[in-house]
């Protein structure tokens, strides 16, 4: 068997937090959150890893992250660029505009379909997920022969930032199977509760243990005909846009509701922790040190 294997979307630019967060240090040796997540991800039963990023963050990316990662994981680059599978048209337009945003997640796993040959998860760089989200799906993916998809949730409540507001694909879970997602661009915790600010300025409460997704799905390697169908269809709709975005849970949405793909959703009571803003920094490397001083990581992962 090939697989399974861990798709990481590094490429993003970091506009919130101010910089590449996804190689921002944060553990005793200089280890960044993707470390412990590749590690996680190891002990779960992956066997490859592919990393999405750009082209200018190649050097430091190699230098400050796989060299440390050493023999212990095989892997490959994959790079997102702004013309990237873009046609001409498009990709004129966005010079003519000064785009500089990349066209999202959708896109981003679409740039790495040619090293995917294998079942495979999705997570972003910058996320803590916990072990028992990668054991969960590590055991779901181990089975080369899937015809469905999956995700790990997250309760609402665990991933917010007291920094500011936070992007959410909040789902709809009936019979262990996710049957909706709705991207919710503002959502904060305020007084009496979690609200989201919807366009037109009102708000809309959730629950604090409202599902939600953190970007971390598990495919069958056959998603890539629709997944292209679906670039395709958005940048007919937006491709001439300043900043819009292809996310990857409105394409699981797609999927879902064109009878395309079924995804289960997976239990897993799993800690999230990320660093959405600059000031979450200081937060995550407490957290890194209490999990590393309880034993939950070796002082040194790749020692």
């Known amino acids: 068997m090939k697989g399974p294997i861990l798709v990481v979307l590094a490429a993003g630019m970091g506009s919130r937090y101010g910089g590449l967060k996804q190689m921002d ?5 200089g280890e960044v959150l993707l470390d412990y997540s590749v590690f996680d991800a190891l002990r779960s039963g992956f066997k490859k890893f592919v990393f999405i990023i750009r082209k200018d ?12 990662m050493g023999n212990h994981v095989s892997w490959d680059l994959a ?5 990237t599978l873009i046609p001409a048209e498009i990709n004129a337009n966005a010079k003519k ?17 040619n090293v995917i040959d294998a079942p495979f998860a999705v997570i972003n760089a910058d996320d803590y997920y916990g072990r028992e989200s990668f054991e969960v799906i590590g055991k779901y993916l181990s089975d080369e022969h899937i015809t469905e998809g999956a995700i790990v949730p997250y309760r609402l409540d665990r991933t917010l930032s007291p920094q500011g507001t936070v992007t959410r ?3 709809t879970v009936e019979n262990g199977y996710l049957t909706s997602v709705d991207e919710l661009l503002l959502l904060k915790r305020e007084t009496d509760g979690i609200f989201n600010t919807n366009p037109d300025g009102s708000k809309r409460a959730l629950a604090d243990d409202t599902p939600v997704s953190m970007n971390f799905w598990g495919f069958p390697q056959s998603i890539f005909p629709d997944l292209q169908k679906y670039f395709n269809d958005f940048l007919a ?13 409105m394409f699981a949405d797609w ?8 995804i289960k959703s997976l239990e897993a009571d799993a800690e999230w922790f990320g660093v959405t803003y600059k000031e979450d920094k200081e937060s995550a490397i407490k957290r890194i040190a209490e999990l590393t001083n309880k034993g939950f990581y070796p002082e040194k992962l790749w020692s």
């Open 57 to 68: 963050i190649e050097k430091d990316f190699q230098d400050l992250v796989l060299a440390r």
């Open 97 to 113: 505009i000064q785009r500089t945003k990349p066209w999202g997640t959708s896109h981003a796993l679409l740039c790495a379909e």
């Open 255 to 262: 999927l879902i509701k064109n009878n395309l793909l079924k």
């Open 79 to 83: 790079f997102q660029e702004l013309d």
């Open 169 to 171: 694909g909040v789902c």
């Open 237 to 249: 709709a937006k491709g001439m846009e300043l900043k819009s975005e292809c996310y990857l849970p």
């Open 25 to 29: 240090k944060l553990g005793k040796n």
